[in-house]
């Protein structure tokens, strides 16, 4: 069915872009004594010189706010067994934090356990885009090694997905 001249059905949008895999990540920071973060699977990489990466939000999103306030986040990379925290911080109105065990980043940001990356990032530039905020971090530290048999949790067609391992005949 081709939609040409006429606006695009946003659930019609979303059915299409179901079809496309993403990885799923926990944006995260702290400030006044407080972790705040959320779900997100709109990252990825925007340059490797300088180190920059990019994730994108709704603009009425609660935690980001503070997330600009504090002028810095990580990107916790989730792991296929982590779809109970992609859940809990994807929630509103609730403490996403209560039984979520963490440790403070060099830039002073939560990374989650069990997570297969992490990226700390100071936030370069934010541009609106529609009803979403484009943020653009420069990472300042990241991990530097994953568990070899590490899987990172996906999202394809509306449900959470893992990476089928296939044997070369």
């Known amino acids: 069915m081709l939609l040409s001249g006429k606006a695009i059905e946003p659930s019609i949008f979303r059915q299409a872009l179901g079809h496309f895999a993403s990885g799923i990540t ?4 702290y400030i006044d004594g407080e972790p705040v973060g959320f779900t997100c699977q709109s990252f990825y990489s925007v340059s490797m010189s300088p ?4 994730f994108s939000v709704i603009s009425r999103s609660a935690s980001y706010p503070k997330i600009r306030q504090a002028g ?3 990107v916790n ?3 296929g ?3 109970g925290i992609s859940n809990r911080f994807a929630q509103r109105g609730t403490d996403k934090w209560q039984g979520v065990q963490w440790q403070i980043s060099p830039l002073g940001n939560p990374i989650i356990a069990g997570s297969i990356h992490w ?3 100071e936030i370069h530039a934010e541009h609106a885009a529609g009803d979403h905020l484009i943020v653009i971090g420069e990472v300042k530290a990241l ?3 994953a568990s070899a048999d590490a899987q990172p949790l996906l999202y394809f067609k509306g449900q959470y997905r893992n990476i089928a391992a296939h044997n070369a005949a």
């Open 72 to 74: 810095r986040f990580m």
């Open 26 to 29: 926990v944006i995260t920071s």
């Open 143 to 145: 991990s530097q090694q």
């Open 51 to 54: 180190a920059l990466v990019s």
């Open 77 to 79: 990379i989730l792991s």
């Open 81 to 83: 067994e982590q779809v």
């Open 119 to 121: 990226l700390d990032c």
